[in-house]
């Protein structure tokens, strides 16, 4: 249900943003949040968990997030759908992500949870957002997006009776909770991150033309209000680590008191398994952007040509995952690594016109067999140094930060896609024309364009081309599939930078680890 929830927001994208009057960037925002305050409050729903009991604040949990989903459903504008997706689906799902992982490793002893139980938790996960990334389209267009939410709503009774019939004695403790470290927590990587995923929205300084009611407090200042939520969340951050040290030193328990976020292995490992997410989920979209662009397929037969990608990993995961490794861990993580280094080298190649599904196949698999290969260790190379009875609460922080990597793959590497095909399209058609423009008029085109881009149907924005004066359309084609190529290599560029990034960090990891960990997707 978690998975779902992330996974079908992208495909409700564009009826979503028009039927709110909003923007892309506000829903990527949104998803960003989600993710953080999930991640930031997972050490103090682990506390609350064992302080109550699993099953009591399962329950709690599980009320709130059906709150959350209704806030989502009749929400008449993009804040209250914020607060209901980020605030209370958000600090609700800290809780529905940690307590499975605990009923399995009291279910199911050592090995067989991590090579039967955590396999299950991570198929379920790919699993649920696959239907939410198919179902959601449809469901969208034909139905409302709101329907999409609502089908959750029949799944809220289904798992609360599943999960009080098991019957599994897991002890209480009374663990003190740092509640100003997380509120500080979550308003500092917030208002960072969010700050980071509006810059495409409202400009990285200069403000672009587009504001809104939220602009009203910078517009004296004549900047955006990115750089502004960057900067106050590197002060609360700032704050954050000021009230640690003092409790600290005053020998209270504070926000990392479990040690997971101080153990330099784990947020090396967690960095590198965000960065890799980042990679996947980012090249996977604007895939799914380029392909019916370029190729011309529909959005059912577009998720075919890029399936085998997901097939090949989830193969290369089962095959491997119950297996002991012959070689060292990370060396076989590293080889993940250069394996998907070459697959997106040969996906730039590929993406050159004549484009065919068949011709991007062998670089997908490739693609595939790498994020697969990678996925099998990094788990268990994050988890080197973590204690036992830190692992359920590391897990719970491990899965939202790939949450939040898989916002900002579609956030960072689509919107380069978005921005750059935009401005080499106006630039081509302006130069086509043979007409001189203005720098503005430039701009607001190339502006206009990615909203279109973003929110409208492929008929629709065909459409809008047709609109383009007659002396353009012998070559608008052209232009079109030109720009859109050129764009997918550079934003392929970039995925194929953050890689080699994420290989050179990989030489501080562990290289054998005492227990194998099941992935988790």
Partial sequence: ???????????????????????????????????LVTASFTPTAENL???????????????????????????????????????????????????????????????????????ALTIAGVAGALVGSISGGFMAYELGWRWAFGLELGLI?????????????????????????????????????????????FGWWQPKDNTRAIDIVVIPFQISIAPVLMATGLIFIGLLLFWERQRKQQGEASLLRLGVFSRRIYILGLAIATLQTIISVGVQFNLYQFIP???????????????????????????????????????????????????????????????????????????????????TYITSLTFADTRDEDRVEARGVYRPFQNLGASLGRGVLGTVLVVAAST??????????????????????????????????????????????????PVLDTILQTAATEAMQITLGLALGFCLLSLGLSFWLPKTVKKIEAPIE
């Fill in 49 to 119: 968990s064992r302080r109550l009991g699993r099953k009591p604040a399962f329950t709690i949990a599980l009320g709130l997030f059906a709150l959350g989903l209704l806030v989502m459903i009749l929400s008449p504008n993009i804040g209250l759908f914020t607060v209901g997706l980020a605030a209370l689906t958000g600090v609700a799902a800290a809780v529905l992500v940690s307590t499975p992982v605990a009923l399995m490793n009291a279910l199911y002893p050592g090995d067989m949870a991590n090579k039967y139980a955590m396999v």
């Fill in 424 to 473: 080499k399209i106006v630039h081509s058609i302006i130069a086509e024309l043979g007409e001189a423009v203005t720098p503005e008029v430039s701009r607001q085109a190339i502006r206009s364009l990615q909203v279109s881009i973003q929110t409208l149907r492929r008929s629709e924005r065909r459409a809008l081309f047709d609109q383009l004066p007659d002396s353009v359309q």
């Fill in 1 to 35: 249900m978690l998975s779902y929830t992330i996974g079908v927001v992208q495909p409700i994208m564009p009826p979503l943003v028009r039927g709110f009057d909003s923007t892309v960037g506000y829903v990527q925002s949104a998803l960003v949040l989600m993710s």
């Fill in 293 to 375: 662009a370029v190729v011309g397929l529909n959005s059912f037969r577009t998720s075919l040509a890029v399936m085998p990608l997901t097939i090949v990993q989830l193969a290369i995961l089962l095959l491997l995952v119950k297996r002991r490794p012959q070689f060292p861990p990370r060396s076989l993580l590293q080889m993940g690594i250069v394996v998907k280094a070459i697959g997106l080298a040969m996906l730039i190649v590929a993406v050159k016109p004549p484009v065919t599904p068949l011709g991007l196949l062998p670089a997908l698999m490739t693609l595939g067999a790498g994020t697969g290969l990678f996925g």
């Fill in 157 to 201: 009774p289904l798992i609360g009776l599943l999960v009080q019939s098991i019957d599994v004695p897991i002890p209480r403790q009374a663990l003190p909770i740092d509640w100003v470290g997380g509120l500080l927590s979550v308003a500092g990587f917030g208002l960072t991150l969010v700050g980071l995923s509006l810059t495409a929205e």
